[in-house]
């Protein structure tokens, strides 16, 4: 009679929680980047502030593991080691862990080792887990709630740069003419930090400066005036 009610009570429980396999998330894929905002020989004009010469060529691994919150929420409930009180904003992100057992991305809840669901629509998809089934919540989602109920989720890349495959992130951006000459300012990117130059050269060339020679660079000069500049970049 005991080992009955044992079965029957796993049977339940089996019933209302819901399982995850974790570390089951989109592959990565790694992608050339190849970038250039000028053709060779071909005339081009740049004005204060603009870029004449952006040029981007590495290797870059891209992972597709986080979701991106669309609007502000709150995802909460649950009691004692299953309680969730989840205060998100718009522009969160969250990590894939893994995938639940309706086949969707389980994303985790910073700071808990829970997860919730998200569907292909981006919206919850009313599931609550943890990485073993036997502390996962009881009831799976149903404990818990999502305001506003309309709230979605969008799935970011994230691009990581290969370091040993060579890399190279720099731009040639025009600052005006002043009494002294052309003022270019040389911007440098690294693969740790693609957002934020790490390294700067402000260029000064005279005003009569026909042709501009910088790094593996050539740039003839067209016309320049204190707003814009008319160039061709020949080599590089």
């Keep these: 009679m005991k080992l009955s009610t044992i079965v029957l009570l796993v049977f339940v429980f089996a019933g209302c929680t819901t399982s995850v396999k974790m570390g089951d998330r989109p592959a990565n894929k790694i992608e050339i980047v190849d970038v250039k905002n000028y053709s060779l020989g071909e005339p081009a004009t740049a004005y204060v ?12 691994v891209v992972k597709k593991d986080l979701y991106r919150a669309n609007n502000d929420f709150v ?7 299953v309680a ?5 904003s718009a522009g969160n992100t969250y990590r894939i862990a893994g995938t639940n057992e309706k086949g969707n991305p389980a994303l985790a809840i910073p700071n808990s080792t829970l997860m919730f669901g998200v569907n292909e629509n981006g919206q919850w998809d009313q ?8 502390s996962s919540p009881v009831g799976s989602g149903s ?13 970011v890349e994230s691009t990581t740069p290969v370091s040993e495959a060579g890399y190279l992130n720099h731009e040639l951006v025009f600052t005006g003419q002043g009494a ?11 693969f740790e930090n693609m957002a934020r130059s790490a390294y700067t050269q402000e260029l000064v060339y ?18 320049v ?4 500049i008319k160039y061709i970049v020949n080599s590089d």
């Design 49 to 60: 502030g603009d870029p004449i010469v952006v040029r981007k060529s590495y290797k870059a």
């Design 75 to 81: 995802l909460e409930g649950g009691i004692g080691s």
């Design 84 to 88: 969730i009180y989840l205060d998100g």
């Design 127 to 134: 599931t609550v887990m943890s990485p073993s089934f036997w």
């Design 143 to 155: 404990g818990y709630d999502l305001l506003p109920e309309d709230t979605t989720f969008s799935p």
């Design 180 to 190: 002294n000459g052309i003022n270019l300012l040389y911007r440098e990117y690294t």
């Design 206 to 223: 005279p005003l009569d400066t026909d042709e501009i020679r910088f790094r593996n660079y050539q740039i003839d000069m067209v016309s």
């Design 225 to 228: 005036s204190s707003s814009e």
